[in-house]
């Protein structure tokens, strides 16, 4: 049993004064810093949502701020004829749903490549892997252009037909092709987080694979994929939402073809309005129609992602 003294020196620990200043000004402060990032990062969203509900009459009235006087739908009818939305929305779904799965499957398979079997020169293909990653896609833009105007594998479409190979630009090929290759928009990450995860799986469950018979292929799929989840759950995230807003590789590759990222671009050139603060406006309906479907997606998937982020070890 403790003496009367030792309940003494635990209460005045306990309830030390100075230490529990300390953890409120922490507190406050931690709170202060999540608030103000929530409303950095909020602020943008809100604004938009604020405006898209407005009528063309509040955009001149001081005294609306956030909630609309004059509540109105047609600011989403605008811009909806205006961008072809649902044209658009499906040639983004398609690009970003396909893209998504096919880099997934040449991603998983290159970086369990370099995780797990050793060969000649896989340090410097990794090497190189990590260097698609720094190096500004703005510098491979004309012999990337060139290289899908002018399509030809190994030549031997202008061997068989004397052309000097197929002009896949303003098709769906381009991003097919580049990510079934491993080379399209922010595969060198995702290759490097599989491997790093692939990595922290303990060898000797591949071994123990390995002496049941097991080959690699089958090592791969049926050890490695089921527990490579997390990784699997975030870059399937990562892929589909970084290819639904990229507008770079969109207005490379597609002349004709709009998809929403592009169809913004010309919005403004079809809404022909004289008042330049009611396009903005309406470009501001355009953008929240954009990410709309996004934050619908996310609803659903936050729980998963954050999961996922968490276990693949993911900062910053």
Not at 212 to 241: E, H, K, Q, W, Y
Request: hydrophobic fraction near 50%.
């Amino acid at each position: 049993m403790k003496s009367p003294a030792a309940y003494a020196d635990l209460f005045v620990r306990r309830y030390n004064p100075v230490d529990r200043t300390k953890g409120l000004v922490w507190t406050v402060i931690r709170t202060v810093l999540v608030l103000g990032f929530c409303f950095v990062i909020l602020f943008p969203l809100f604004l938009r949502i604020s405006i898209a509900f407005r009528s063309k009459v509040d955009i001149y009235d001081p005294t609306v701020l956030w909630i609309p006087r004059h509540f109105t739908l047609e600011n989403f009818k605008i811009a909806m004829e205006a961008s072809n939305y649902f044209t658009a929305f499906l040639h983004t779904v398609y690009i970003s749903s396909s893209t998504t799965i096919i880099q997934m499957a040449s991603c998983t398979l290159a970086a369990y490549a370099f995780a797990r079997l050793r060969f000649k020169g896989s340090g410097i293909l990794f090497i190189l892997v990590i260097f698609t990653i720094v190096v500004p896609p703005q510098t491979i833009m004309i012999p990337l252009y060139l290289t899908y105007r002018y399509f030809d594998l190994f030549g031997l479409i202008q061997l068989f037909t004397g052309k000097k190979g197929l002009n896949l630009i303003d098709t769906f090929w381009p991003f097919i092709i580049s990510a079934g290759t491993a080379m399209g928009l922010k595969n060198g990450l995702y290759i490097y987080i599989f491997r790093q995860f692939f990595r922290g799986i303990p060898k000797e469950v591949e071994e123990a694979a390995l002496v049941d018979g097991a080959g690699v292929l089958r090592t791969f799929f049926r050890i490695m994929l089921p527990n490579a989840v997390p990784a699997i759950i975030t870059v399937l995230l990562f892929s589909f939402v970084w290819q639904w807003n990229d507008s770079y590789y969109v207005s490379l590759f597609l002349k004709q073809v709009k998809v929403l990222s592009t169809s913004l671009m010309d919005m403004g050139v079809g809404l022909k309005e004289p008042d330049p603060v009611y396009t903005s406006m309406l470009l501001n309906t355009g953008v929240l129609l954009t990410i709309a479907p996004l934050l619908v997606m996310y609803l659903f998937v936050q729980r998963y992602f954050v999961e996922s982020v968490e276990r693949t070890g993911i900062t910053g």
